[in-house]
């Protein structure tokens, strides 16, 4: 993501050193000496607030089989693991349930987290219709965490030992995200004529396309004991002492850039002007991101797994920031 950004300041740049070099000639001369003001400005502006995302979390695991015990008195299940690890008094009562698809499981909770959320923008007005402005954005949503334990919790089929549904825990994660959004945004200021009035508020919306780019780190344990019993998950981590798996790369935590996504902005706000070419600026930028995955990866990074995703990811970030037209 840092070469989108370079790029961004650098098409900044190209633009302003044109656009300052003659700002004060948005217009023409006519023939008898008076100055015709087409409207046309260049615009930049800078915003930071609040963001505030939301989200359905989906388990994206597949399938992948856990083994359990069930107290049929009770309807108590226990993991494979688990079950080996207790003495026999404290497994009395209970039968091999045989084997369920941890994968069937939902995610217990939805993603709803707060987060610090900058901007900037630069663009211009069309000439002869300066209510309407073309800008290019650059949004950062700064990292936060979900941590769930248990990350899965639900009733899963079993069949072989014991033919029925039984209700299991699995999984413990710590994770964060952060996000980075390159947009296209068209907005439409409410006002009449070629400039914006002073000192009274000016409403306008605005609907774009932009780039996300999402990276997400997850940190990954075993507290329920049903992954470690199976073999497909050996490649992201090494048993300890106890038979647990302890998953990898190095302090326990896999980083990845998570899928790059189409973005579909909206944004509704009102500026107002301090000077005649200075303006406050309040907003909500609303983004929708279809997906945003988190993977589990091995110690040298040539093996990802997905594990969860969070589904129609909604950020919206309230910011007050400044707008300049020259």
Not at 10 to 39: E, T
Not at 133 to 144: F, Q, V
Not at 259 to 280: D, Q, W
Request: charged content about 15%; some cysteine.
């Amino acid at each position: 993501m840092k070469l989108h950004k370079i790029l961004f300041l650098f098409a900044c740049g190209i633009v302003s050193v044109p656009a300052f070099a003659g700002w004060q000639y948005n217009g023409y001369y006519i023939d008898d000496g008076r100055y015709n003001d087409d409207g046309s400005r260049f615009v930049i502006g800078f915003r930071g607030g609040l963001s505030l995302a939301n989200a359905k979390m989906k388990n994206d695991i597949g399938t992948l089989d856990g083994y359990y015990y069930i107290n049929p008195t009770t309807g108590m299940a226990v993991s494979q693991r688990y079950f080996a690890d207790e003495t026999e008094a404290a497994n009395a009562g209970f039968t091999y349930a045989a084997v369920g698809n941890i994968g069937s499981l939902p995610v217990k909770e939805k993603f709803n987290k707060t987060a610090f959320a900058a901007g900037a923008s630069v663009g211009f007005t069309i000439p002869y219709h300066p209510q309407w402005r073309l800008e290019a954005g650059y949004d950062y949503i700064s990292e936060t965490e979900y941590n769930q334990v248990p990350l899965l919790e639900g009733e899963i089929s079993v069949s072989g030992g014991y033919n029925g549904n039984i209700h299991v825990s699995s999984t413990g994660a710590t994770s964060t995200i952060s996000t980075d959004v390159i947009s296209a945004v068209a907005y439409y200021d409410f006002f009449d004529g070629n400039k914006k009035q002073l000192n009274q508020l000016i409403p306008y919306i605005g609907f774009g396309v932009g780039y996300a780019s999402s990276r997400t780190t997850l940190k990954l344990s075993d507290i329920y004991g049903d992954l470690s019993t199976n073999t497909d998950l050996m490649n992201y981590g090494t048993p300890d002492s106890d038979g647990i798996i302890q998953f990898e790369p190095p302090a326990n935590k896999s980083e990845y850039p998570s899928s790059t996504n189409f973005a579909a902005i909206g944004v509704i706000g009102a500026s107002y002007g301090i000077s005649e070419y200075t303006f406050l600026d309040f907003s909500a930028r609303i983004m929708y991101i279809p997906t945003i995955k988190w993977n589990l990866v091995n110690s040298d990074g040539t093996q990802h797994r997905e594990w969860f995703s969070a589904e129609n990811m909604i950020y919206t970030n309230i910011n007050v920031g400044l707008r300049f037209e020259f």
